[in-house]
């Protein structure tokens, strides 16, 4: 019986990767078929056709389960799930060309197809990209990496939602954790603890990280817990269990940005209607969306302030999946950050830029150092240079879109030095790089005399181009140009009249001299000539 199908399906070791300890593991090597389906066996059951899914085999464990895996494989089954599964039963998985899960012995049928359809519903949405920054389980494991543990998140009623998996082996784990994900749900005695020890009290009081000690005796670790509350309602709990090394320094204030973003996803979840917070977010920010039906849909102040920040990854690449799947970790994990210190900040893409909206902010005073650890997090995250703009506050937003047009002219004109700059730290960059795209984009502005540098050095060898621009730069001081290219200055004033000669620029000419500067400026970093060829 057929429960679940994706289209594409997914690869058995991602597969296996998203379902994580303690749950299953690989009893056959070098295989990962793809998985498009998960189906339920009994033995007592006549077979189905299985091709391509995980065929769930019930009511028989161990050597009995032979029959039932070799007539999976014959129908199609990509991978089989057995419980107690030994290595005589692998080798019979080998032999039949099907993949082998061992299925621990805690663990219900029920829990396992869900949470392989959960996958699997994952996927298919995948395979026609949205603006989403992904469900539960990718927040959960955007929470591990962000504060070094272990990420549960649980609902109102203690009952595992999501979580996140476990890479390394099962010493990280601790006992409370395997039972919980085991069971779906906490083990009672030990909720009863954490009612004695006044734990749910704190986490249902209000916005508050609650620590909780590790206790050997109880085979349990250090842990962090927030409340995931909507206004006074509690909504469930985000939990992050202590590996092997500490939390990171920034755990506690990612865990509180965390638990906001999953408040978002489980009332979306009770309510699944109208548009999507990233949609009306992204229609902000291109001015597609009415301000105020933003700011009604999501409870704001249109007239309040804000201030944009804009995100973006400095290496392209040609595959489009490497790309769109880097843009949505981007999108996650900026979201994280920003809920946990603006509660209010609205996180949404365009184009291959991840924008931050931040209401209420009316200056900005302490933003650069936050925003320099969510871009140097971004950066270790995604392996690629991570740099953020910051456009100006603007009064309120109906005006987002100025603030965003700084925050991308920002981004445009910051070099490789800094990580965050804000309008203000580079007004002068920004001017001139707004000067050479107007020039870049209107040839008919450009002189035709200065493109005749660019072809002389070409045809003979010279460095008219260099010289010259140098000798702009640095306001005619002949010993600082010579000092810097290495020549005698006697020939840095060769290469100038030669240049002038050339051109027929009267470089005696302010006028003359700011519009050869700057077209010189476009050549060098565009290499686009007056002539508007690309040299």
């Not at 793809?34 to 009994?42: H, Q």
């Not at 272990?150 to 595992?160: K, P, T």
């Not at 971004?378 to 603030?403: C, F, M």
């Amino acid at each position: 019986m057929t429960v679940g199908r994706s289209n594409n399906g997914i690869g058995l070791r991602s597969l296996l990767v998203a379902i994580g300890l303690p749950l299953v593991e690989l009893r056959t090597d070098h295989t990962d078929p793809v998985v498009r389906g998960v189906a339920i066996l009994d033995p007592d059951d006549e077979p189905g056709s299985y091709q391509g899914e995980l065929v769930l085999i019930i009511g028989v464990r161990g050597r009995e389960a032979a029959r039932s895996v070799r007539a999976a494989a014959r129908r199609g089954a990509s991978a089989v799930a057995v419980k107690e599964a030994p290595d005589e039963l692998a080798g019979v998985a080998a032999e039949a060309g099907v993949a082998l899960l061992g299925v621990a012995a805690a663990v219900r049928w029920d829990q396992l197809e869900t949470v392989v359809r959960q996958v699997l519903d994952s996927a298919t949405l995948a395979e026609g990209f949205t603006d989403e920054p992904g469900d539960l389980f990718s927040l959960a494991q955007t929470l591990a990496t962000l504060t070094g543990g272990s990420v549960s998140i649980e609902d109102a009623g203690n009952r595992v939602l999501a979580y996140s998996r476990s890479d390394s082996d099962a010493a990280e784990v601790d006992e409370l954790r395997r039972l919980s994900i085991l069971g779906w749900q906490g083990p009672e005695s030990y909720l009863a603890l954490l009612r004695e020890w006044g734990v749910f009290e704190r986490l249902r009081a209000g916005e508050e990280v609650v620590r909780i000690e590790q206790h050997p005796e109880l085979g349990i670790r250090r842990r962090l817990a927030v409340g995931i509350r909507a206004g006074t309602h509690h909504l469930g709990t985000v939990w992050v269990q202590q590996g092997r090394e500490p939390f990171t320094d920034r755990a506690e204030s990612a865990l509180l940005g965390g638990a906001r973003l999953a408040a978002v996803h489980l009332l979306r979840q009770r309510s699944d209607q109208g548009r999507s917070r990233e949609e009306l977010v992204t229609g902000l920010l291109t001015g597609h969306t009415s301000p105020d039906l933003v700011a009604g849909q999501l409870g704001l102040d249109p007239a309040a302030p804000a201030v944009v920040v804009a995100f973006t990854a400095r290496e392209s690449t040609p595959d489009e999946p490497v790309r769109e799947l880097r843009l949505a970790e981007m999108l996650t994990m900026v979201s994280v950050h920003m809920a946990s210190f603006r509660r209010a900040a609205l996180v949404g893409t365009d184009g291959s830029r991840v924008y931050a909206v931040l209401p209420e902010a009316r200056q900005l005073t302490g933003l650069a150092p936050e925003l320099a650890d969510v871009a140097e997090v971004l950066t270790r995250r995604t392996g690629v240079r991570v740099q953020a703009g910051i456009g100006s506050a603007v009064a309120s937003l109906r005006e987002v879109g100025a603030s965003r047009a700084e925050a991308d002219r920002v981004l445009d004109a910051m070099g490789t030095a800094r990580s965050v700059a804000s309008i203000a730290d580079l007004r002068a960059e920004v001017l001139l790089s707004q000067t050479l795209s107007l020039l870049e984009a209107n040839p008919d502005l450009r002189d035709p005399a200065v493109g005749a540098l660019s072809a002389h050095d070409a045809e003979h060898g010279s460095e008219l181009v260099p010289t010259l621009l140098a000798w702009l730069d640095a306001m005619g001081d002949v010993r600082a140009v010579a000092s810097a290219l290495h020549v005698h200055p006697n020939t840095v004033r060769h290469r100038v009249r030669r240049a002038s000669e050339v051109s027929g620029v009267d470089l005696a000419d302010p006028r003359e001299r700011l519009s050869c500067h700057l077209q010189l400026l476009l050549a060098v970093t565009t290499g686009v000539t007056s002539s508007g060829v690309r040299g």
